[in-house]
């Protein structure tokens, strides 16, 4: 293995580059590193206004997803060395308006992320003295969905938010597709205005990018799929049975 | 300037700021909040918690055991009526995340399941796999998106804290993105930032842990409490540091030096058995388990690596079934950042700093001494945690102290607190605008700050580290005094406004060399060996002169000055810690 590689870095400032550009850096090349390892290499020995988020470097606050070689990764856990001999591209996460180098403005997501109603509904307000019963396999039923980061790695590579970033999009459907399937959950027909709107569900495509990308396993293609079969069922319910459903 | 006024502004919005959000928003829907967060919410250190949340849920469990555990657990420095306040309301709490949504781990027939853990007599901690501190975060942080009270200022840093007539009335911030410059009014303030563990080398504290809320606290006038209480977790990874469970040898897992022996049974922590006993062995406390570990190494016991000296955590009797089932985060961090599959393979560990005892003091309300101000989760000492904090009880506190934090701060703002001559805190802002404008426009410096921060890092850990001495301690403090001489000339590659990362990471240096500061002080001040800390010179406990709390505060120019305040002591008087032995 050589003992440098090469990053060109994409550069972006509002204030004083407002076109990207691409910056070359050659850094150590480690069997242990990790690609965030060398972004901060350059920010502490070779150019310290190179700006990325980062925070926890383990793999779950979901701070640091960004473009490598193309591909929508968390950097903290990418390895540097299956790279080699290099050169390693690195850009901000597509999809998405940069504010500076390697970060981006996630604000629409976090909107979304409101719109779905991402918390325990329930019709009775007032709660049990103790918990609500939910064996093992009804926790399954929706466990996988719990477990997104927020990293957007899915909205980078979602061809159909690209195209329209009113998009509600993979990771906010995932998460009201987990609240949906708890079972300590009432709020499944409170969702449905929101997800079967002109930009909720049916622009899918099924093309599975954004579960393919997930880097913790979460699968929201399929809750996607699985919504859009429950929004059918309620929508045929209030046409067939108008009276039954509220 | 910009400038915008709320009734109570939260600094921080992991699990305690967001506690005290969701209390505050209860309370009183017409309370406006305001929070301030450098990172998005769901981006702060709580989501890196793994092991649990420990409240009394099983029948043979009860209130005053998980006191005792905690109370022996800190060596006898935790305050036993802030102990029995959070043992009390701490099951409570945890069902309230139940009703929110939390996926905790079940029994068969659908009720909580709770695992053993290190220091605790009974099963009590609550878990979600071994991502708690993930679902706690995330379950908080949707949660809170139902409160229209909530206006949040994400992504904005918080330089200093708005003082008017010894009245806490708000915070200087700035806006990252456009580097904009921010007074942010309010009648209270609450600082829920969390800890400082990157004044440390090797840590498995996140990059956003840099004692920032503590530090404000500190020069603002409000001490700090117990600073020389720093916890190293028994098992980090060795290169990163990352964090791998206590839950690992919960279910099982063992400690073994490289003669395959389970080595915790020569440091009075009990008799090895195929099983865990609970406060015995494998499930001792952090600081006893950190310190044993520390003398294999001395002794030429442990395994030698490129990042230094480790000794083994083996889980491969467990089976992969369990492992994948209880511990799927060890396994998925083993294999991405040590290439090795701990179903098939020993882990390899050292202690890593990990949790700060120590905090902003306040009274068991949340309340600080100076008006105005509260503090709660780790940023805070209530003080539950004396001078060793159990696993498990991190996640619980920082619930129960959000929530009464955020309640004392409606209460605060309901008695009318005295009104704020506006005019002052705004020119207090603009005195702070311009030392920031300032610090965009430097040209002239000379000092990298990633060097500072070394060398930073280097001697806290030579001086602070799991057994300390006077002499180290002074050559720390002497080299805190350069380097913060030194830090006056950082040099800045960045002059833009818009998200100017090198000019937080200069703020932050700042906030880590005071808060440094502290721990050296409060650690070369108390003469006796109790929990965490470890004296060379000082080897045994001293309940003569220090069953007391350190309390630190600034001086001006000169080095902090240390007083003490005793603990509280209610129904168990200090007595000898005993683990894996009768008693």
């Known amino acids: 293995m050589a003992d440098t590689i090469i990053l060109e870095v994409a550069r972006f400032s509002p204030e004083r580059q407002p076109e990207i550009t691409y910056q070359t850096f050659e850094v150590p ?110 926790l399954e039923t929706f466990h996988q969905y719990s477990l997104c980061i927020n990293c957007m790695l899915c909205y980078a590579a979602c061809p159909v938010f690209g195209l329209d970033p009113q998009f509600v999009g993979p990771a906010a459907l995932a998460l009201a597709e987990r609240y949906n399937l708890d079972s300590r959950d009432q709020g499944a027909s409170e969702r449905t205005d929101v997800l079967s709107q002109h930009d909720g569900i049916w622009d899918c495509t099924v093309v599975g990018e954004c579960s393919t990308v997930c880097p913790k396993g979460v699968d929201p293609s399929l809750a996607i799929q699985q919504y859009k079969l429950t929004a059918t069922k309620e929508w045929f319910k209030t046409w067939l049975l108008p009276w039954g459903n509220k | 300037m910009e400038t915008s006024s709320h009734d109570i502004l939260l600094i921080g919005a992991g699990g305690a700021g967001l506690r005290a959000a969701i209390a505050i928003a209860e309370a009183n829907p017409r309370t406006d909040i305001a929070m301030v967060s450098k990172v998005y919410p769901m981006r702060s250190h709580t989501v890196s918690a793994e092991g649990g949340a420990a409240g009394v849920a099983g029948e043979d469990d009860t209130i005053d055991e998980h006191c005792y555990d905690t109370i022996s657990g800190s060596d006898w420095l935790a305050d036993q009526d802030v102990v029995e306040a959070f043992c009390n309301e701490v099951p409570g709490e945890l069902l309230r995340l139940e009703h929110w949504g939390c996926p905790w781990s079940r029994q068969p027939d659908g009720r909580i399941a709770v695992r053993p853990f290190g220091g605790m007599k009974k099963m009590r901690t609550w878990f979600a796999a071994d991502k708690t501190g993930f679902h706690m975060l995330h379950t908080l942080f949707q949660t809170s998106l139902k409160y229209t009270s909530i206006t949040r200022y994400d992504e904005t840093f918080a330089t200093r804290l708005l003082i008017d007539d010894g009245a806490v009335n708000g915070v200087v911030a700035i806006e990252l993105r456009t580097g904009r410059i921010r007074a942010i009014m309010a009648k209270a303030v609450i600082i ?60 099982g897992g063992w400690l073994l030096n490289r003669d395959n022996y389970r080595f915790l049974q020569d440091y009075d922590l009990g008799k090895p058995t195929p099983t865990p006993v609970f406060r015995s062995m494998e499930l001792g406390p952090r600081d006893r388990v950190s310190q044993a570990i520390f003398h294999e190494f001395e002794k030429g016991r442990a395994f030698h690596g490129p990042y230094g000296d480790y000794v083994h955590l083996d889980l491969r009797h467990l089976g992969e079934h369990k492992i994948e089932a209880r511990l799927p985060m060890v396994r998925e961090l083993c294999l991405k950042y040590e290439n090795i599959d701990p179903v098939r393979e020993p882990i390899p560990v ?28 780790e940023a805070a000492c209530v003080s539950i945690n004396g001078s060793n904090r159990l696993g498990s009880n991190s996640l619980g506190e920082l619930l129960v102290f959000g929530a009464r934090a955020g309640k004392s701060a409606v209460e605060y703002v ?162 000898e810690r005993i683990y894996g032995r009768d008693h």
Not at chain 2, 220 to 244: N, R, S
């Open chain 1, 29 to 138: 090349l480690r069997a242990d590193w990790m690609v965030l390892d060398a972004l901060n290499y350059i920010k502490d020995n070779l150019d310290g206004s190179l700006t990325f988020r980062w925070s926890c470097r383990m793999g779950i606050c979901g701070s640091c997803g960004m473009m490598v070689n193309g591909v929508p990764k968390l950097t903290c856990e990418t390895l540097i060395s299956q790279f080699a001999p290099g050169p390693v591209r690195i850009e901000p996460l597509e999809h998405f308006p940069i504010v500076k180098d390697l970060v981006i403005d996630m604000d629409v997501f976090l909107e979304k992320l409101q719109t779905v109603r991402p918390w325990i509904v329930r019709k009775d307000e007032r709660l049990p003295q103790r918990e609500f019963l939910q064996t093992p396999a009804q």
């Open chain 2, 192 to 251: 829920c930032t969390g800890g400082c563990g990157r004044v440390f080398p090797f840590t498995t504290n996140a990059n956003i842990c840099t004692g920032d809320g503590m530090a404000l606290a500190y020069r603002g006038g409000a001490p700090l409490k117990d600073m020389e209480m720093v916890q190293y977790h028994p098992t980090g990874l060795p290169f990163t540091g990352i964090l791998i469970t206590e839950a690992a040898r919960a279910e």
């Open chain 2, 350 to 377: 050292r202690p890593v700093q990990h949790y700060m005892m120590g905090g902003i003091h306040t009274d068991i309300h949340g309340a600080t001494p100076l008006k105005g101000l509260y503090a709660a989760g």
């Open chain 2, 414 to 575: 309901a008695n009318g607190p005295n009104r704020s001559n506006h005019d002052h805190l705004l020119a207090l802002a603009s005195d702070e605008e311009r030392k920031l404008e300032q610090q965009y426009g430097k040209e002239d410096g000379t000092e990298r700050i990633s060097k500072l921060r070394e060398e930073m890092q280097r001697t806290m850990e030579s001086g602070c580290g799991i057994y300390r001495d006077r002499a180290t301690l002074v050559e720390s403090a002497n080299k805190l005094n350069e380097l913060k001489e030194r830090s006056a000339k950082l040099q800045l590659d960045d002059h833009g406004r818009s998200f100017n990362t090198q000019l937080t990471a200069a703020l932050e240096l700042g906030f880590m060399l005071d808060v440094a500061e502290t721990i050296v002080h409060s650690a070369l001040n108390r003469e006796e060996s109790r929990g965490a800390h470890q004296r060379h010179d000082f080897p045994k406990r001293d309940d003569t002169k220090f069953l007391a709390h350190s309390v630190v505060s600034r001086t001006g120019e000169g080095p902090p000055r240390v007083d003490y305040l005793p603990v509280v002591i209610t129904r168990w008087p200090p007595g």
